[in-house]
């Protein structure tokens, strides 16, 4: 096994790991302690705006996700093979499409960003935070925080610095961490940018509901399923296959 095999085969135990956690042992701590997560437990799937909002509203990663396929399509050529069955690309897009959008907007948007603030709250007591400084908070309020509002444009400004504490902004920005730690084998290109498209459907959840989140991810995962496809059939329809 490879150094990258094993440490994806180290993000998936952990990330199974975590699910269990989730579901089973955080809304026994917001039963017992209802003030450590500033949201109730399904308060982020609430439904605001339209179904056009939510798609209007997300045209910047649709044309980046599209756009960075089909230059890259066009400067290569597919394996004959994959251009013979072109119709499966589309096929296992869509359900490729369906899973990760259902089920990472589910887990990262909602469960581990909750989960995650109650371990950052935990894990500021143990680093200091029991005589009023924790390093954890500190480092979210003057490093962390303000690099990712930089880079986030101050889109998420209010989130980042949320006005019930730093933890809301630090459990977002754990979460997406790993949220881009699992797509390492996408590559430099790909690792970057899920930190960016795990930030955006968090901007995404927090203005229209964790519904809307759901389907852009599913959207913008499939557009770039159908640029392969029609990259694989026009290819196809010249000869390469």
Known sequence: MSPE???QGDWWGKFFGKII????VLPIIMW????????GFFQLWKVEGTMSQWLISSWPIFVWGAGVTLVHGFFTRNERHIN????????EGA????????????TFRWLFFLDNIVSVKIA??????FIGFGIPAWFHMYIVGPIANWFTLGELESFIFHSTGWAVGAAMLTTNAFFRDGHRYLGFLGFVNSWFLGMFL????????LLAAILIHFTYDFLIYLVHYVDSAIERAMGYA
């Open 21 to 24: 956690t989730s579901i089973i």
């Open 84 to 91: 013979r069955n072109a119709e499966l690309i589309i096929k």
């Open 95 to 106: 359900i490729v499409s369906i899973i990760a959008g259902v089920g990472e907007e589910i």
């Open 202 to 209: 968090f901007w995404i959840m927090f203005k229209y509901g």
């Open 5 to 7: 095999e094993k440490q």
């Open 32 to 39: 017992i302690w209802p003030d450590v997560v500033p949201f």
């Open 124 to 129: 500021n007591w143990f680093f200091f935070g």
